[in-house]
């Protein structure tokens, strides 16, 4: 849930009829009253699956989102933004390895999850199939790609589930910082030479579409459902997250001289919502099918790292463990 | 054929654009056993629980952890990791309810074995350490620790784990947390830019 681009499984009507509706009525009280669900708790079979689901998405997010800005890290100007840099990605891969587990705490294991991320079956945040042309782009990704993601997770973490929750609230924490330095980078280029100036520019209009895609369709479009919202699965809809996002970042971008490319673009003052042109969800569907410029290249090098690392956890398995779930 | 990339990285590792034949599957334990582990945030704070790591051995668990969870700020005083295997945990009791109100058998009065023993307060939140018990097994442990920590508010989860099984840093290596003050590059409060919006809109407003 790294992007509301989320895919949710399709959802069998008879699903819920087959739970036991006292442990069900049960679990349902506990949401309501407030309190966190925990792993060895009751749950219904279906706010299970949803829940790996989710969280197994968020955590490939953080993975491959690695990938655009590491490439950035031997190439960012000047020690200190090498040094910042390095520090966000390992903060991003260290947020992978909280959400394994929480999705682990569920049942699924990690090995089988990084399987699947590798193998194509499960999705990751499709802005990450656009690559980074300059040191601007990992700019735009540091910063306004996080903000996205921050609104995600901020609501996320006032969801049911106690281990996501937990991992969202440090998640959150170091997501300040990346924002910060995001922003930080931004304000350089975008008051600096008209060479920076441009360059900063370039990547806004590359990187607008993708980041109206980043909060999934719309939520008239999307497979909408009101269960996921009463379970505290789903915390906020597409739509409310991207008029989050526009309320709090578009002034903030036009203040540094930015523009963005689209001229439908404006806050209506009577509603108070934003208005703007309605993004192509056709090459949205196409990306996140594989058909995206840099799917295919996530992917090899994530298998890359899988075989070529194979031989070292190897040698340090130990032969005599047994696979036990985290507790919490 | 090798993959094209904008990455100069990517490119030096010659990965095939193809490749022949299906990833084989990771086997069992390919990403090693689970560890929880445990931060002080402070000095005569107790220790709390902050989350699993994988790794293949308890000096690896540390290291992994010490990354994952102390890797910023001025919030670790001590760590302590111990196999997930290794930990044995009571039901979870509802809200208002003590676990150990189920707890009705009396020590055993056999000591031949130390235990630390974790309770969980509040539903949502994580364990703390609460102290070591003497007893005879885990069962025993759990009655041991009900009388000699009693707590005023409901409990609602209990971790026990075999003293021996727990790895700790040592007192004696505390300098190794100090290379957090170092770190300000990784805190927020590191990055400013409101002077340099200022000076921008100033600028701009006079030309
Ligand atoms: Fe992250
Ligand atoms: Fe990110
Ligand atoms: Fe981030």
Redesign the pocket.
């Known amino acids: 849930m790294?992007g509301g681009g989320n895919v949710f499984e399709a959802m069998k009507a008879t699903a819920l009829a087959e739970e036991d509706p006292k442990e069900l009525a049960k679990f349902e009280a506990r949401i309501d009253r407030g309190e966190k669900i925990e792993p060895k708790d009751w749950m219904p079979q279906l706010y299970r699956k949803q829940l790996i689901r989710m969280i197994e998405q968020h955590a490939h997010s953080?993975i491959i989102?690695?990938l655009p800005?590491g490439t950035w890290i031997t190439r960012a100007p000047g020690f200190k933004r090498k040094l910042a840099l390095m520090a966000?990605v390992q903060d991003?891969v260290g947020h992978a390895q909280l959400l394994y587990s929480a999705a682990e705490t569920l049942g699924k294991p990690r090995e089988q999850m990084l399987d699947d991320l590798v193998t194509g079956k499960s999705k990751y945040s499709n802005i990450f199939n656009y690559p980074a042309f300059t040191w601007a782009d990992s700019c735009f990704?540091?910063w306004l790609?996080?903000a996205g993601?921050i609104v995600n997770q901020v609501a996320n973490s006032k969801g049911s589930y106690g281990p996501y929750c937990r991992a969202l609230e440090r998640i959150c924490a170091e997501?300040s910082f990346?924002l910060k330095y995001g922003h930080h980078c931004v304000i350089h280029l975008a008051t600096g030479t008209k060479k920076q100036q441009e360059m900063m520019q370039a990547a806004v209009n590359r990187w607008w579409a993708p980041m109206m895609h980043f909060f999934g369709p719309s939520d008239k479009i999307s497979v909408h459902s009101d269960i996921l919202m009463r379970w505290k699965v789903k915390m906020a809809s597409n739509d409310e997250c991207r008029q989050q996002f526009l309320d709090m970042y578009v002034p903030k971008i036009w203040e540094l001289g930015l523009t963005l490319p689209d001229e439908n673009l404006h806050k209506n003052l009577e509603t108070g919502m934003w208005e703007f042109t309605e993004p192509d969800w056709e090459e949205f569907k196409r990306v996140i099918n594989g058909d995206g410029p840099c799917n295919k290249e996530r992917l090899a090098v994530r298998r890359m790292a899988e075989e070529r690392g194979r031989w070292v956890r190897k040698a340090l398995l130990a032969p005599k463990t047994k696979y036990v779930a985290p507790l919490a | 054929m090798t993959l094209k990339s904008l990455d100069p990285r990517v490119k030096r590792l010659g990965i095939p654009e193809e490749w022949d034949t299906p990833l084989s599957p990771k086997e069992t334990l390919d990403q090693f056993e689970n560890y929880e582990a445990f931060i002080q945030v402070k000095e005569g704070k107790a220790l709390e629980h902050v989350g699993p790591v994988h790794a293949p051995n308890e000096e690896m668990a540390f290291l992994f952890a010490k990354e994952q969870y102390s890797r910023r700020g001025m919030f670790c005083n001590a760590l302590c990791v111990v196999k997930t295997e290794n930990i044995i945990g009571t039901e979870f009791s509802d809200n208002g309810i003590s676990i150990y109100d189920a707890v009705t058998a009396q020590p055993s009065g056999i000591e031949n074995q130390s235990y630390e023993v974790f309770h969980l307060l509040k539903r949502g939140k994580q364990h703390k350490y609460v102290g070591t018990v003497m007893a005879k097994d885990f069962e025993d442990a759990l009655v041991v620790a009900k009388h000699t920590y009693p707590s005023q508010k409901p409990v609602f989860n209990v971790w026990i784990a075999e003293s021996e099984h727990i790895l700790t840093s040592n007192e004696e290596d505390k300098d190794m947390w100090e290379t957090l003050k170092e770190k300000q590059y990784r805190e927020a409060i590191d990055y400013k830019g409101q002077d340099r919006i200022k000076a921008y809109k100033e600028r701009m407003g006079q030309a």
């Open positions: 790294y953080e989102g690695a800005e966000k991003e990704i540091s790609v996080d993601a997501e990346h």
